[in-house]
T-cell receptor, first 111, second 114 residues
Framework: GDSVTQMEGPVTLSEEAFLTINCTYT??????LFWYVQYPGEGLQLLLK?????DKGSNKGFEATYRKETTSFHLEKGSVQVSDSAVYFC??????????FGTGTRLLVSP | DTGVSQNPRHKITKRGQNVTFRCDPI?????LYWYRQTLGQGPEFLTY????????KSRLLSDRFSAERPKGSFSTLEIQRTEQGDSAMYLC????????????FGEGSRLTVL
């Protein structure tokens, strides 16, 4: 079945460091790919998405590119802030917006 | 606040008791989803509704679980004869039904079964 694998955390960075969170997927069709973020005490919210190969999703300085050849959708940010501390979930959807999530990666950014 | 609302936020119960969670979606959204999240894991799909019709159920949704969405507005998720393995965060999400891929999640209802 469809699945998402993302790097285990926590990822601990200093403010202004470069961030990469790896995500790879397995899907039978052509999925849409997403990054959701969960800030402390809040519900999951969509961070960015890409619906086809080579698309780049971006939001709030975060970027991820849909790589069909490597079945990957790695999340990157050039300079993280303390306020980016959260749990990040990679997810895919092959229809009707039913999402398959990875296990989540906790990001801790220190001043 | 016009986001997705879930109640109660926390529920502690004894094994064997029944519990019910309620979800109020964003008012104009016709799709509603239930997910379950256990510690250290990502959310897992349980079921979803298009208006009042329950269109898909996961194999995770045993016979002890039942979800309804009367009149296509709020939804309830009932767990009968709770077991310790049911302890989890139950998440509700809604979407407008267009294929944008964005689900709007509530903050979840945490169940602890003693």
């Amino acid at each position: 079945g469809d699945s998402v694998t993302q790097m285990e955390g926590p990822v601990t960075l200093s403010e202004e460091a470069f961030l990469t969170i790896n995500c790879t997927y397995t899907a039978t069709g052509y999925p849409s790919l997403f990054w959701y973020v969960q800030y402390p005490g809040e519900g999951l919210q969509l961070l960015l998405k890409a619906t086809k190969a080579d698309d780049k999703g971006s939001n709030k300085g975060f970027e991820a590119t849909y790589r069909k050849e490597t079945t990957s959708f790695h999340l990157e940010k050039g300079s993280v802030q303390v306020s980016d501390s959260a749990v990040y979930f990679c997810a895919l959807s092959t229809g009707f917006q039913k999402l398959v999530f990875g296990t989540g990666t906790r990001l801790l950014v220190s001043p | 606040d016009t986001g997705v609302s879930q109640n109660p936020r926390h529920k502690i119960t004894k094994r064997g008791q029944n519990v019910t969670f309620r979800c109020d979606p964003i008012s104009e959204h016709n799709r509603l989803y239930w997910y379950r999240q256990t510690l250290g894991q990502g959310p897992e799909f349980l079921t979803y509704f298009q208006n009042e019709a329950q269109l898909e159920k996961s194999r995770l949704l045993s016979d002890r679980f039942s979800a309804e969405r009367p009149k296509g507005s709020f939804s309830t998720l009932e767990i009968q004869r709770t077991e310790q393995g049911d302890s989890a965060m139950y998440l509700c999400a809604s979407s407008p039904g267009t294929d944008t891929g964005e689900l709007f999640f509530g903050e979840g209802s945490r169940l602890t079964v003693l």
